[in-house]
Structures are given as C-alpha cells and as structure tokens.
C-alpha cells in the first residue's frame, strides 16, 4: 500500500526531530535542514540511518545528500559557484530538490539552502514508488 | 593512568554484538575529584567505555582496515549511579554499518539492573577524508584496544 505524501511528511518530521534535537513545529516543509535545523555533517549520516530503519529503504549517502562530492570537483565549480556542467549534474544527482531559486546565483555557500524537510519528503517518496 | 575503560570481553559475535565489563574501583584517581565524599563513574566516563565498547566491535567488524572515532551521541540516558565496587556489563550492538558510518546501540547494567542506555554514530576516518596523511600506525585502534580481543581468543582456545 503506497504512504500518502502527508504520512511521509509526519514520518519524516519525526526522523528530524530526534536526529536533531528540534521541536516538531519547527520542521515545516520549506525548513533548511542546515539553516534552520542547524544540521551539521555528522547529524546527516544519523538522518540517513533513521530514515532506512524508519522507511524501510537503503540510502547511500552520496545519494541524498551529494554536495559534498561536488564541491571538491574543479570542473564543476569555478570561483566559488556552479558551472553549467555542474548544475546539469547536481540537477541529476538531486531531483528531489527545487533549484530554481539556486540557478540564478549557484554559489556553493548556498547549496545547503536545498536541502530542505520536502526535498527529503520527495526523495522517500521517489525511492518507496521505485521499490515497489 | 591508560585511557582504557573497559577491563575484559566476555561476549563477542562479530559484526553484531558484543559485551565488556569494567570493575570501577578506588583506586582509580577522578574519583577523588568527582566526588568528595560521594565517589560516583562521572556519565562522561560512562559514555566514553560505551564508545570503546562499541568502536571495538564497529572496528573489528571491517579488520581494523577504518580509523574508527567517535561522531555524535544519539541519545543516552542514565537511570542509577555507579559507585566503587561495582562490576558493570558494557552490551554493546551494532544497528547500521555503511562504508562510512556505523551506528550502534548500548545499555550498561550492573547485576542486570539497567544503568544506562546508550546509542552512538561512529565516523570512519579514511572513507571521509580519503587523500588526507596520517600517520602510519592506526592511532585509534592500539594495541591496548586489540589485546582486549586477543584476550578473549586466548580463554576460549584455553577450553578447547
């Protein structure tokens, strides 16, 4: 039986509040992970375990959250930015989050700004509809 | 003083679980300190034998090939005090193992009475910083960490 996009969501609100320590009425569906959770690199492999006990998927973590690798790469980035080849692969990467506000200034300081609370909602609900 | 807190495997299934024990006793020297007159293991302590505990059996788990460190205290939460005297049973299993992160949970009992509960994420140095220099001995795992296990081999080999 397919999870209703709102049971993702309470799930997914749950995972954050005890991976983070938050309360529940600050994980809203625009909240930034980083920026307004104050996630640090550390709590995302903690949120990548709860989800898979949680929803009962596998999760690389370069999967859901694959920055990190591309920040490291020089043909992807150039002063501090996204080039297009860069953009064209995060967009592979990350369709699960909405780059159209990160398109018109692709600074790398700013990449943290995607991951939001319903850009992990989309992402589950991606992986549950591919597993049957 | 070794920064060595736990004294003995005597459980260990590979990859899965396994179990320590710790005599705290007064001559162990932050008892002194912590406290004067009411001689209490401080949590932090506590934690930090759970971290030896569990990083064993994390690191263990892929032969010792990751530095395994200490990330982030998921949760602990301590139900009674310890106190000179006392033998306490460190239960360590491992809930999540990814190439680079392991995530485990912990209870400490003390003649089956639960002192505390204890769920803990390991990093995996190498796989995180793959191209940094480190020296070349494995600096978390020791040889005073790797005997604790070779102590094990030699009792069970004993009985055979």
Request: glycine fraction near 6%; aromatic fraction near 8%.
């Amino acid at each position: 039986m397919a999870m209703s996009r709102d049971e993702i969501l309470r799930q997914v609100q749950t995972v954050l509040v005890d991976a983070l320590g938050v309360d529940t009425d600050e994980v809203t569906a625009d909240a930034t992970l980083m920026t307004d959770l104050g996630a640090e690199s550390i709590d995302f492999l903690d949120i990548v375990f709860r989800l898979e006990k949680t929803f009962g998927i596998k999760i690389a973590r370069e999967e859901l959250f694959p920055a990190e690798n591309l920040i490291s790469n020089s043909e992807l980035v150039s002063n501090g930015k996204l080039t297009a080849k860069g953009l064209a692969e995060l967009k592979t990467r990350m369709p699960h989050t909405d780059l159209a506000a990160f398109e018109g200034n692709p600074d790398i300081n700013r990449l943290g700004d995607l991951f939001t609370v319903n850009a992990i909602v989309r992402f589950v609900e991606n992986k549950l509809s591919k597993s049957g | 003083m070794r920064w060595i807190w736990i004294d003995k495997f005597i459980e260990f299934e590979s990859g899965s679980r396994a179990v320590a024990v710790k005599n705290i006793t007064l001559a162990e020297e932050y008892l002194y300190d912590h406290f004067p007159g009411f001689a209490v293991m401080p949590e932090s302590l506590m934690i930090e034998a759970m971290a030896q505990t569990a990083g064993i059996l994390v690191g263990q788990a892929k032969g010792f090939q990751e530095k395994v460190i200490l990330a982030k205290i998921t949760r602990c939460t301590f139900f009674d005090y310890v106190t000179p005297g006392d033998t306490i049973q460190l239960e360590a299993k491992i809930e999540t193992i990814a190439p680079e992160a392991a995530g485990t949970s912990g209870r400490i009992t003390r003649c089956n009475k639960l002192i505390a509960e204890i769920d803990l994420i390991f990093s995996h140095l190498d796989k995180n910083l793959a191209g940094k220099q480190f020296p070349e001995e494995n600096f978390v795992f020791t040889e005073t960490f790797k005997s604790l296990l070779s102590g094990m081999d030699l009792r069970q080999n004993a009985k055979s």
